[in-house]
């Protein structure tokens, strides 16, 4: 199993700009020495929950800090991003970090930020679409051409090409229901998120369609990772690790409702009641609903090894996002939980999903 952290860059009251922007990259680099296997930035625009306006930027920066750690993009959201520059900026990520990079891909979902761009988002599906194929042409052919609605493309050389062949993985965040099949049948590797609503306890046929669409389209799930994004705290003691999170874990939850629905006098998108449903529940939750949900994991190392190893035994999750800096949680408190995972918990579930073939290859 591996292990990786997300970032959204969120910003509480309390600290400067400066002082989130280097708190952020402090960690990130950190990650590589606590044995985190990937770090993954997030874009998002305009608000307190986050302003990691450019992942690409941002992992540049770390490309050159780091020498093992992955770099993946917690996504791009592709409707605000034009595929050519997406493809062009993460070949030379490709090659800046020595084949270390994974590219995220989503819709978006938060409607004031296409209001920002002035992109329309009830079309974000179709753009998505496009987007994706034109990266991966950009990427392998050597001169291509594209004929879509949102992008037209007449004999286009992209240069660079990524290290990474025939290119670096892609992985698509995956939050309304429709969304698990259609990764599987572009064949990506899942993101998906029990801090977004997906529900461990009852999440696995959600992956099994996902897996299923992957065979119908001739590819082998075993071959495909799945990634969960949990919020995750360790600390000495269950007492210390509830008195630390609660109220950043909240806050998070509280802030997240602001912006799921449109800005007022916006239309709405096509998928408009699977975000008010989520607006409606997140709305509601208490912290017994979302540990339980799996999408809080709070405690002891003990503790938290074990809800890891049953929420991999629930869903398959391969990968494993821990979300620690979030609600503006005190920047020692961050480094320690991290300490803490790295001597007592990563080794613990290492082994994980491990075959017999990948046994015998240590």
Not at 251 to 271: C, D, E, L, M, N
Request: aromatic share 12%; net charge negative.
């Amino acid at each position: 199993m591996k292990f990786g952290q997300l970032h959204l860059f969120e910003h509480p009251l309390g600290r400067t700009e400066k002082q989130i922007i280097d708190e952020q990259f402090d960690i990130m680099v950190r990650a590589e020495e606590f044995g985190f296997d990937s770090i993954w930035p997030a874009e998002h625009h305009f608000s307190e929950y986050g302003y990691c306006a450019s992942p690409a930027v941002t992992l540049a920066a770390l490309a050159v800090k780091t020498q093992r750690v992955r770099l993946g993009s917690g996504v791009v959201v592709l409707p605000l991003n034009h595929p050519v520059r997406v493809a062009e900026d993460y070949a030379i990520l490709d090659l800046l970090s020595g084949g270390r990079v994974d590219l995220g891909v989503g819709r978006g979902y938060q409607p004031h930020e296409f209001v920002g761009y002035g992109v329309d988002q009830t079309r974000s599906r179709e753009m998505f679409r496009e987007s994706i194929e034109v990266i991966q042409r950009a990427w392998t052919q050597e001169r291509f051409d594209y004929e879509g609605e949102f992008y037209r493309i007449h004999d286009l050389a992209v240069r660079p090409k990524p290290l990474q062949k025939p290119h670096p993985p892609v992985w698509m965040a995956s939050l309304s229901p429709e969304t698990f099949q259609l990764c599987g049948r572009y064949g990506f590797n899942l993101m998906c998120a029990p801090v977004f609503g997906f529900n461990v306890n009852t999440g696995a046929a959600q992956i099994e369609q996902y897996r299923e669409a992957l065979r119908q389209n001739g590819r082998d799930p075993g071959r495909h990772e799945i990634a969960g994004l949990v919020m995750t705290y360790v600390a000495e003691t269950t007492q210390k690790a509830l008195a630390d999170f609660r109220d950043s874990v909240m806050w998070y939850f509280h802030t997240f409702t602001k912006y799921i629905a449109p800005p007022k006098g916006q239309p709405a998108v096509k998928s408009y009641e699977f975000y008010t449903a989520a607006r409606d529940y997140l709305a509601a939750l208490d912290w017994d609903t979302v540990v339980d949900a799996g999408a809080v994991v709070c405690g002891s190392p003990d503790q938290v090894t074990e809800r890891i190893a049953e929420i991999h035994e629930k869903c398959g999750i391969t990968h494993y996002l821990a979300w620690t800096r979030i609600g503006g949680l005190a920047h020692a408190k961050v480094l320690k939980s991290m300490e803490l995972m790295c001597a007592k918990v990563i080794p613990q579930l290492r082994h994980l999903g491990e075959t017999a073939e990948t046994a015998a290859r240590k």
